[in-house]
């Protein structure tokens, strides 16, 4: 039988139910013993906020086809789950557990974000508006954007950053801005607005997912780490990019 790291009495549309994290991840939440519902933390939960005794889990669910899609379908959409503790003891155990489950899973906190304007269809602003932003927020990551201006200007950037302020970059754009900051010792996260998007299409389609922003934020902020090879090779007036 699976252990708690907590488990308390809360209330769900003012009924009582009881909210337990277990250690194998999974929030659940139960009438009398009888699961109503689970969340699994390391994949679904993106963070949670408090207001009075509120306490708000933000997630994001599979769910049917919907929404921006650069190829596949969009199945993933954000949704909130509010909690009313009993008391101030309550809810301050249940949000020092939560945190602290959320905090091991090594997720980054501080982002530097690289958006490209002029990349694909124009489209990059308007997708980190409505595809990247909520999530961050909902994640509770903090970030500090740059639209780049020019070419090559992410390269520029990237080479006068202070790494150690940051765990990680996001590249709001296809896989040119995600070459010109490859050289960075720092994890970094593509979110697809480029014309190709080569790159985060074949590391989504290699566990399974569909390559859309929401699917790439998602894959990102979890914080699993891959190595990769990029390389550029310059003949004559070409340029060959190989990842
Ligand atoms: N403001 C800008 N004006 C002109 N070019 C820019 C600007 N910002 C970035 N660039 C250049 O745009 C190039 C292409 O960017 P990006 O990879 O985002 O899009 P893409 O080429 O459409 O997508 P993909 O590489 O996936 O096919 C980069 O080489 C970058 O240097």
Redesign the pocket.
């Known amino acids: 039988m699976e252990s708690h790291i907590v488990s308390d009495e809360v209330l769900v549309n003012g009924v009582k139910r009881s909210l337990t994290l277990s250690t194998d991840g999974t929030l659940g939440w139960f009438d009398r013993g009888e699961l109503l519902r689970r969340l699994f933390v390391e994949k679904e939960v993106l963070g949670f906020s408090t207001a009075g005794h509120l306490l708000t889990i933000r997630a994001l669910i599979k769910t049917g086809g919907d929404g921006f899609v650069c190829s596949g379908r969009e199945s993933l959409v954000r949704r909130s789950f509010v909690f009313e503790s009993v008391s101030d003891d309550s809810l301050r155990n249940l949000c020092e557990k939560i945190e602290g489950y959320i905090d091991s899973l090594g997720r980054p906190k501080k982002l530097f974000l690289f958006v ?5 269809k124009k489209s990059a602003s308007k997708i980190f508006t409505s595809h990247v932003k909520p999530i961050l927020e909902d994640a509770n990551i903090e970030y500090t954007i740059q639209e ?7 390269k520029e950037v990237s080479r006068s950053l202070d790494l150690t302020k940051y765990d990680g970059i996001f590249c709001v ?5 995600l070459v ?1 900051a490859a050289a960075l010792k720092t994890p970094l996260g593509v979110i697809p607005a ?5 790159m985060i299409k074949s590391l989504l389609d290699s566990v399974g997912e569909p390559c859309t922003p929401t699917h790439a934020v998602l894959a990102a902020i979890r914080g699993h780490k891959r190595s990769l090879d990029v390389a550029t090779i310059w003949q004559g007036e070409t340029i060959f990019i190989v990842s």
């Open positions: 490209n304007p002029y990349g694909g780049t201006k020019y070419q090559l200007h992410a754009s296809g896989d040119g801005i010109e480029g014309t190709g998007n080569g």
